[in-house]
């Protein structure tokens, strides 16, 4: 069955002629009562009293009528409310980011990029940095934000991806002060209590190079920088953190240095996308950013 034979009932329905019908279709009338048997081939039942001067429906073509009618008007806002949909998609952009960086740097960014640019609708998707990887890969995204350091080899630092820098932060190791105001704990002391980032954690990464000369002796993991600092500013242990999350922190000093700036490692924001050409929209941005 196809969708046209629908039209072509209800206009002989509304026309009670086949030749009017047909016109109104942009049909031959041959052409369209070929179509209508074939809808009542279709249906399996007779749908048009043809033996009248003005051609009627019969019984099981006023059953069919409204069926018709139903059919034709939900197929027809089904496509209306698709190509809207198309519409908003083409222009929105895609963003995958880290937890951090969704939470810091993405939202003053993208807000200083406002002021230069029109930006469509925004779709973030905040995740760790192996999963906002994979969704990069998936194609799900149109761009990934995240941090970046030569001792953090990425999925997408090579092959059908591009990147460029954005901004700059460092991670810090940090702890509670005590009451005269130096870090509870310190690099160099014996068996540092180190809170630390679990293996597929980005910042893991980083935050190993960084402090690799120094023993630690982790008490407590997680994937999550706003956990470890939860933890750091409950006084328990060391953390490495982007100073992008810990501004406040350190101007209030409920956080301090636990090492001289030596231990410090610091580290690039990187906006990674697709090297193929993607949508109009994303094109733009990209553009405006270069």
Known sequence: MEFSWLEDFLALVDTGNFSRAAETRHLTQ??????????????????????????????????????????????????QEIRQFADTAAASLRF???HVLSLTFFPVWLRSLEARTRLGPVHLVSDTMRACEQIMRAGQAQFLL??????LA??????????????????????AP????????????????HLAYSP?????????????????????????????RAMALDGRGIAWLPRSLIADDLE?????????????????IRLFRAKARQSPAAEDFWAALT
């Not at 399996?44 to 018709?68: K, M, Q, S, W, Y």
């Not at 990425?154 to 702890?175: E, H, I, T």
């Not at 105001?181 to 160099?188: D, I, T």
């Open 252 to 268: 209030r000093s409920v956080l301090v240095r636990a090492g001289d700036p030596e231990w410090d490692a610091p580290v690039e």
């Open 154 to 175: 990425g999925q997408l630092d090579a092959g059908p991806f591009k990147s460029l820098r954005v901004g700059d932060d460092v991670l810090m190791p940090v702890a």
């Open 178 to 193: 005590e009451a005269d105001g130096r870090a509870r704990f310190r690099l160099g002391d014996a068996a540092v209590p």
């Open 30 to 79: 041959p052409a369209f009562s070929r179509r209508i048997r074939a809808l009542e081939e279709w249906v399996g039942a007779p749908l048009f009293d043809r033996a009248t001067h003005r051609v009627t429906p019969t019984a099981a073509g006023e059953r069919f009528r409204p069926i018709a009618e139903d059919l034709v008007r939900r197929l027809l806002q089904g496509c």
């Open 200 to 228: 597929d954690s980005a910042l893991g990464r980083i935050a190993g190079a960084a402090g690799a000369a120094t023993p630690l002796d982790t008490v407590f993991t997680s994937h999550l920088a706003t956990v470890l």
């Open 96 to 98: 995958a980011a880290t």
């Open 146 to 151: 995240c941090h970046h350091h030569p001792a």
